[in-house]
């Protein structure tokens, strides 16, 4: 199932949750109160990574890499969310933008600096949300059954 990420933002974006399966941004959802403290040092430690691999072999890179069997274990038996800065970095909110809302059993208003801390919950115990396509993840809430992200301003 797909669902926008629209509103006052300068792309509008349709976000498919059925393929994080396969993103290595992904995270288990026993795992996130420990990776929201270090993303950004994870991110950063990432990219100097890449940068320094880039400078002793090349740009080269490969996007296809295989799973390993490990990770399709994981994958078939564990839940995972995704983090919602990327897909909102993506399509670039105005700058009059200033909250963020989620459509789902219930509806979500949370202001926009708050949106790193939300995630994007698309599996339970290796299978898709029967009542996705996801969930939001913010502070001690879950909104169910989401199907719509705006982001709101004051225009």
């Given at each position: 199932m797909i669902f926008p990420l629209d509103g006052s933002v300068r792309h509008s974006l349709t976000i498919d949750p059925t393929v994080w399966i396969f993103d290595e941004r992904k995270r288990k959802i026993e795992d996130?109160?420990?990776?929201?403290?270090n993303d950004r040092d994870a991110y950063y430690a990432k990219m100097g990574k890449a940068w320094d691999d880039g400078l002793s072999q090349g740009t080269r890179i490969d996007h296809n890499k295989p799973m390993s069997r490990q990770d399709k274990d994981e994958a078939l038996r564990?839940?995972?969310?995704?983090?919602?800065?990327?897909?909102?970095?993506?399509?670039?909110?105005?700058?009059?933008a200033t909250h963020?809302?989620?459509?789902?059993?219930?509806?979500?208003?949370?202001?926009?600096?708050?949106?790193?801390?939300?995630?994007?919950?698309?599996?339970?115990?290796?299978?898709?949300?029967?009542?996705?396509?996801?969930?939001?993840?913010y502070e001690d809430q879950?909104?169910?059954?989401?199907?719509?992200?705006?982001?709101?301003?004051?225009q």
């Open positions: 996130l109160d420990a990776v929201i403290v564990d839940s995972f969310a995704m983090p919602l800065a990327p897909f909102l970095n993506n399509a670039e909110p105005v700058d009059l963020i809302r989620f459509y789902g059993d219930t509806i979500l208003t949370i202001p926009l600096n708050e949106a790193p801390r939300v995630y994007l919950q698309f599996s339970k115990d290796g299978k898709v949300l029967a009542d996705g396509p996801v969930y939001v993840l879950v909104i169910r059954q989401v199907n719509h992200i705006t982001v709101l301003s004051n």
